[in-house]
């Protein structure tokens, strides 16, 4: 090949180099413009930033009839913990289960432990910690909207549907990476049920195909924690 014609074969990489990052800039900029106006509708940026742990009791319920109820505790971004009949903790690496039993708390198996950014990421916009990207506009029952995923630190991702009228998350897909192989499961959640808490607009119900909700109450926001709350301890330790 000659110089001009490698030359012009550069140039043309070059060029295509450019458009690729031009959309890539453009869509980080269109997500950042959605997830500040999602931070405006809930409340204001200053308000989402400073909302750093959560507390709610969970009811469960399903086909009309309540199932269970808990208590989550949750410290952003990545740390969890759920009060049933037994504590099960996240500790943003992995989760631990304390059921009363005389050995102490044991370890959730490992191939379980991403299902705990999963369950913050249905709560707190997981766009709020972790970078998102914007996948376009999209309507759904009707309603105008955007779409933005965000991959999660142990696999998988969550992608958000933001109605274009009031900038607020309506629903979401978790998308979860099944065993060893490259299929994935799909499951969604409708959110609804804003209520103001703190002067934070902040759902409280999650609906999954219309038989499955979760209802969320005593929503409270910034608890302090005490040191260790969501350590994950095993045996006797």
């Keep these: 090949m000659r110089w001009p014609q490698v030359a012009k074969s550069v140039g043309i990489l070059a060029s295509h180099l450019c458009i690729a990052t031009q959309l890539l800039s453009a869509q980080q ?4 413009d959605i997830v500040a106006s999602v931070a405006e509708a809930l409340g204001g940026a200053d308000r989402i930033d400073a909302l750093r742990t959560l507390r709610f009791e969970v009811h469960h319920w399903r086909d009309g009839s309540e199932w269970f109820t808990g208590v989550w505790e949750i410290q952003r971004p990545n740390l969890i913990r759920k009060e049933y009949s037994s ?13 009363g039993s005389p050995g102490g708390p044991e370890l959730v ?5 991403f299902h705990f950014p999963f369950d913050i990421a249905c709560v707190f916009p997981a766009f709020f910690d972790h970078d998102s990207e914007y996948l376009g506009q999209h309507t759904v029952e009707g309603v105008d909207g955007h779409l933005l995923r965000v991959k999660l630190p142990l696999g998988g991702a969550v992608t958000y549907f933001i109605d274009a009228e009031y900038h607020l998350p ?4 978790i998308i979860l990476d099944v065993g060893d192989t490259e299929s994935e499961m799909t499951l969604s959640w409708g959110l609804e049920d804003f209520r103001e808490v703190d002067g934070v607009l902040f759902p409280h119900a999650y609906s999954y195909d ?4 979760r209802a969320l109450q005593t929503v409270e926001f910034n608890v302090p924690f005490p040191d260790g709350h969501f350590k994950v301890a095993i045996g006797n330790d």
């Design 87 to 99: 504590t099960v903790i996240f500790d943003g690496i992995r989760a631990s289960i304390d059921s």
């Design 170 to 173: 309506r629903k979401l897909a």
């Design 109 to 113: 198996d490992a191939d379980e432990w």
């Design 210 to 213: 219309g038989n499955h909700v």
């Design 29 to 32: 900029d269109t997500a950042h």
